[in-house]
């Protein structure tokens, strides 16, 4: 039974060398940025870190997982089914990121002689007495589809543990050999191949010996290429990929072309009114029927309520768009899902870097507020958000320990967390946040705010707040929602999601229509002499992430097979994180262009 690899997030591995029968002679050389000639027919021009073996030197295969394959992460470690090792001693494994550790993978030696070029006949290298309980556990695991994960040489595999009888349902089988067909150019491994075979019937008091093979075979692979048989282009590159781009792209000619044609066309038609007003005597000025934006003009700049949960809400998203930015940026230029943990790692070490992004901006929007209470709008900006995600994760940490599986954080992880957030994200924050107070944080408005706000007149029920935040995401959306499902499958099945210049379109083309939408909305509230415009603005684009989230629920149950309490809580847990960090940058994408619009109109009319 042959079984392809299952594309995923791989990141490189790292081995101690306690003993002499460890990868002591394992060599890690720099390539040199000019090709390098290895032979005749083979060259590597890399420049990357390339893992070389000389010939009958020891190559580890690592065993990392278990877990059903419709739950991609309830994932156990990989003997706590019960499977044996092989002979050999055992060697430790090391976290060698952050990411790594966060993300729950756990290597454990096989305990298989494996050498490079030399092949090894199928030979026995462990058997088990099946006791009830065993049986029980390994029917279990064949029931649901349990699959494993197995790494050599950074290069992953996967098999699958058993399969039923197609005839008899109450008969269960287990595959005990497994054939290892592995390909090396020069002195480097450059494709890793598992297939099981040998099926067994499980029944309890048997006696099981499991069995494997090791073929190794020349290939003219580049190591830097090795990868490429993990993606899937065919998924990524599709015909419904490509258009999704260009109808997201249309959709935003569309809206900028008609927010400039309204917009100047409207506020043409106004200032030519305001122009005529100027020209009127008082007695008809009282007379006369005003109405519009500008009889707000005393009320527009008033600040808003919760003055500290805004300025975090507009800092935090500051800070997180730098970090897509920025992460979207390095995916594209490095190849991050050869290294397990490295892409979580980025997101981490970015995170804490561009703290002082969200201190400037949250402290300057604070201030120019007229907050006071600077200190305390700091802190909740710097832990705001690294509080929640650690309270989900904690969350999901007890279920995943009462569940004893993998994705369980240590203790360590979460300390090492903790300092990050405690002596780096708040020192970075305190001065953003003192550079913002004192550079952009001076209080300009084109009018003055008067003593005593205007009441709100009664308006139509399309122009209240409330409907138009509700379908001010609904535009933004639709922008998005086909690179959602690109995503999502790449998270949530198994695919590595490697096309990051999609991406960082989207990401575009997503502001731009939510800028443009918030515009829209804002300027018809201000019309509707509602100057409640701030928050509006910001809920308007946050309302993209509560579509994201109902697409969510949608995806869960009609694009996957997921099951078990486990599964659904880290799904929807994640997910509602996931969609918190986009609510907060399509809020601040909002309330900054509606504020640039705000302050444009306002600016260019006068105000007696």
Known sequence: MWLHALPDLYEKNHSSDDNSN?????????????????SS?????????????????????????????????????????????????????????????????????????????????PLAFCDIELTQDKFQFLVYAVKNHYWYQMYLDDLPMWGIVGEKDEKDDSKYYI???KKLDLAYNGNQIVEANLTNDKKVLLEPNSKITFTYEVNWISSRIRFHDRFDKYLDPNFFQHRIHWFSIFNSFMMVIFLVGLVSMILMR????????????????????????????????????????NKTLFSMF???????????????????????????????????????????????FGGSTYSSLGGRRWIRQMLVSALALPGYVSCTALGINVVAMYYHASKAIHFGSMLAVASIVIFIVLPLTLIGTILGRNLSGKRDIPCRVNAVPR???????????????????????????IEMYFIFTSFWAYKIYY??????????????????????????????????????????????????????????????????????????????????????????FGYVGANLFVHKIYSTIKID
């Open 175 to 177: 595959w005990t050999h």
């Open 266 to 305: 409207t506020l043409r038609r106004d200032y030519a009114r305001y122009g005529y007003d100027e020209d009127l005597d008082e007695l008809e000025k009282d007379l006369g029927d005003e109405y519009g934006w500008k009889q707000i003009h005393g009320d527009v700049f008033r600040p808003g309520e």
């Open 41 to 121: 027919d083979m060259q590597y021009d890399d420049a990357f870190t390339l893992q070389q073996y000389e010939p009958n030197e020891e190559v580890v295969l690592w065993m990392s997982t278990v877990g059903p394959y419709h739950n991609r992460q309830e994932t156990y470690n990989y003997f706590h089914l019960p499977f044996c090792r092989g002979p050999k001693r055992t060697i430790e494994h090391h976290h060698e990121t952050l990411g790594e550790e966060l993300q729950g993978i756990e290597l454990e030696f096989s305990g298989l002689y494996i050498n490079f070029k030399q092949n090894v006949q």
């Open 455 to 481: 009441p709100i007149p009664q308006k139509k029920l399309l122009m209240e707040p409330s409907i138009i935040v509700l379908l001010g995401g609904i535009l933004p959306f639709g922008s998005i929602f």
């Open 22 to 38: 460890s990868m002591t002679k394992l060599r890690w050389d720099k390539a040199i940025l000019h090709q390098i000639g290895l």
């Open 314 to 360: 507009v800092g935090t998203g500051y800070q997180l768009t730098f970090v897509v930015f920025i992460v979207i940026a390095l995916a594209i230029f490095v190849e991050m899902y050869t290294e397990r943990g490295t892409l979580l790692s980025s997101v981490i070490f970015v995170y804490a870097a561009t703290a002082p992004v969200n201190g400037y």
């Open 499 to 588: 096309v990051y210049g999609f991406m960082f379109l989207i990401f575009l083309i997503l502001i731009v229509v939510t800028v443009c939408v918030t515009i829209v909305a804002t300027y018809f509230l201000l019309n509707a002499e509602d100057y409640r415009w701030q928050w509006t603005s910001f809920w308007c684009g946050a309302s993209t992430a509560f579509y994201v989230y109902i697409y969510c629920i949608y995806y869960f149950f009609f694009k996957t097979k997921m099951f078990g309490f486990f599964q659904t809580t880290f799904y929807f847990s994640y997910m509602g994180v996931f969609c918190v960090a986009l609510g907060l940058m399509c809020g601040t």
